[in-house]
């Protein structure tokens, strides 16, 4: 991904990640947490490796963190153990929204009264607090699906104007259905596509960066795959 936008996600911006059910948005999104965790930065004067972590957080509105963290597992991403080293904030907006008693020993969890404004409060307070570099919301489609016209069009406005003034390099994932003709798409610094194409019997999973501020990027569709470690890129 980072040849392909020529270096990676410009930092301090918003990126939309759009598709169908099952094109892999959230495990692209992990892939993005977990390396911005464990980001290598070369060498020093001595040679010994030189990290530096980008600590992160991601907000749970589609499913239950207890479900995240069990399907990060099977592509060897262990959230509970950055979580303990204080590396990563997991933000439960999922059991508010559907009723339920937050289970999430690992996270913090947001009321059913009023989520999105809530999970936006907590977003600022967390991410001041905490030095967080990354954030994702998955999805911004079920954080403000009560919202339509000018009311949703301020929303999103005011979510990434706040999230730009945190300097938070962000991932907004939405169903291509949902984003279609709504403001994200057109508010967001970026738009990576996630799709299928069907080749006779075959379907096929692809992806395009639609647009990018601040860097050129590749224009073209590229295939995709996603494998035990994630995400895999077919870049000829």
């Known amino acids: ?21 099952g094109t892999g948005k959230t495990i692209l999104s992990l892939h993005f947490i977990t390396k911005g965790i464990l980001l290598e930065k070369g060498k020093d004067e001595d040679k010994k490796a030189k990290t530096t972590s980008e600590p992160a957080v991601f907000v749970c509105i589609d499913e239950s963190p207890k479900d995240l963290i ?6 060897g991403w262990n959230l509970e153990e950055l979580i303990k080293l204080k590396q990563l904030i997991i933000i439960d907006g ?33 991410c001041e607090s905490n030095k967080i570099k990354r954030l994702v919301v998955d999805s911004v489609s079920a954080l403000l699906d009560e919202l339509q016209g ?3 069009r301020e929303a999103v406005q005011k979510l990434i ?10 991932l907004l994932t939405a169903e291509i259905g949902d984003a279609d003709d709504l403001v994200e798409r057109y508010a967001a610094h970026g738009v990576i596509r996630l799709a299928y194409e069907k080749e006779q019997r075959k379907i096929n999973r692809t992806l395009q960066i639609v647009k990018m501020r601040e860097t050129p990027h590749y224009m073209g569709i590229i295939p995709y795959r996603i494998r035990k470690m994630g995400m895999e890129l077919d870049i000829i």
């Open 1 to 21: 991904m980072d040849i392909l936008l020529s270096g990676g996600i410009p930092r301090g911006r918003t990126v939309l990640i759009e598709g169908p059910p």
């Open 70 to 75: 069990r399907e990060a597992l099977a592509f």
């Open 94 to 126: 999922y059991s508010g929204r559907v009723g339920l008693r937050s289970e999430c020993k690992s996270g913090v969890s947001v009321g059913e009264k009023e989520p999105a404004k809530a999970i936006l409060n907590l977003i600022q307070t967390i």
């Open 150 to 152: 000018k009311p949703r």
């Open 161 to 170: 104007s706040i999230l730009s003034g945190l300097s938070l390099t962000t």
